[in-house]
């Protein structure tokens, strides 16, 4: 089985009979011309890097009524794929998604993307996490994991916008025939009102203290998670933020904790004297760097929360300074500290809002407690200083 692992960053992909294949993958989509740029708040979002366990494709413009109804985009694609619609074809995305199939060279393998074009729903006021879909996945040994996906609905379309990440692909590697309930991540149905948001630290199984990687914290952020990493890379794997057009001021919401019984580090020593803790915690940052280039955050960081408005592409950051173990729903809240934004570049969408939530505090670490679990929900955020 570990000599198999290094294969996991091709899995992710292709179905014949839903069974996975690294040759039909979309590498990237683009949109090319001059004439094109005007319905986007960035140039940096007119062209789209698609990891291996991506299947939904989304381009936020600025409006969807003034968007052409002929749009050429194009694909790279896996050598020898072909794709239907034709690559670089003229569609029509004012009227929702647009779904494509790549096929690999010797026909029997495909994987069906779907690509939107949507007016971005941020800045939004409220995340009630009421919006979740369950998504099925073929495991390396032929079984069927499902997932919870966490979304939000665009108002001028009823799109939903996968904005909401989660650490659990990266879990998904070492299991087999898991239920939404049985990963880190999922929708609960006792929120504070409705549906809400449990987080919970795990063991990653033998694998994982193989790989000194022994837990896997429950986590859920603005962004991606691009699987691709998780081997070679993990906290480049959490890709934090999406654009944003107010500066936000305040975040609040409720919570409730439990810590785990044992605090132990990436070599599973326990620390009898360590209690684990949830975090919650927001940046905000300037999306392109100064040759214009997309910029991201990753987990490397805001590896310490501490240093994170060193680095110059970070305006402010927010987090919740403590979060005791409580049974009852409990209101937190956190305000921004740095830096106002230049007011021209909010409004361009040139910032991106991360906001992230976690069950260990030292998960991206690899250390926490098996057991902590957090539970989040009613999460408001204020633009008014």
């Not at 033998?206 to 993990?234: C, N, R, T």
Request: glycine letters at 8%.
């Amino acid at each position: 089985m570990f000599l198999a692992l290094p294969m996991i960053l091709g899995l992710a992909s292709c179905i014949k009979d839903e069974a996975p294949n690294k040759e039909c993958d979309i590498e990237s989509a683009w949109i090319e011309g001059a004439e094109y740029e005007q319905y986007f708040y960035q140039t940096t979002e007119m062209r789209k890097e698609i990891s291996s366990a991506e299947t939904n494709i989304i381009f936020s413009v600025r409006s969807l009524i003034s968007l052409s109804k002929q749009i050429p985009l194009n694909f790279k694609i896996t050598d020898g794929a072909t794709i239907e619609p034709a690559n670089g074809s003229m569609q029509d995305f004012t009227n929702g998604t647009v779904t494509y199939t790549v096929t690999s060279e010797d026909g029997k393998w495909n994987r069906i993307y779907n690509v939107t074009f949507q007016e971005s729903p941020l800045p939004v006021q409220k995340f009630s996490f009421e919006n979740v879909e369950t998504r099925s996945e073929m495991t390396m040994l032929g079984g069927t994991n499902e997932m919870h996906v966490f979304y939000e609905v665009t108002p001028s379309s009823g799109e939903p916008n996968y904005c909401w990440a989660t650490g659990n692909p990266g879990s998904a590697l070492t299991m087999n025939g898991a239920k939404p309930e049985e990963f880190p991540s999922y929708s609960a149905t006792d929120g504070k009102v409705g549906r809400c948001v449990c987080l919970n630290t795990q063991s990653a199984g033998v694998m994982g203290e193989w790989m000194q990687k022994p837990i896997a914290a429950g986590s859920l952020f603005l962004g991606k998670f691009v699987i691709d990493y998780v081997l070679s890379d993990a906290l480049k794997s959490t890709q934090f933020g999406v654009p944003n057009s107010k500066e936000p001021v305040r975040i609040t919401g409720w919570y409730k904790y439990k810590p785990g019984e044992k605090f132990t580090d990436k070599d599973m020593n326990v620390y009898p004297d360590r209690t684990d803790e949830a975090s919650i915690y927001a940046v905000y940052y300037r999306n392109t760097n100064d040759r214009g280039e997309s910029f991201v955050l990753d987990g490397h960081d805001v590896e310490d929360l501490d240093k994170v408005l060193d680095n110059p592409q970070v305006y402010k950051v927010a987090r919740v300074a403590s979060l005791p173990a409580t049974d009852t729903w409990t209101q937190w809240e956190m305000f921004f500290d740095g830096r106002d934004a230049p007011d021209d570049i909010v409004a361009a969408q040139g910032c991106n809002l991360a906001l992230v939530f976690s069950s260990s505090k030292r998960g991206a670490q690899f250390e926490g407690a098996i057991g902590s679990t957090l539970y989040v929900d009613e999460v408001e955020v204020s633009y008014e200083k």
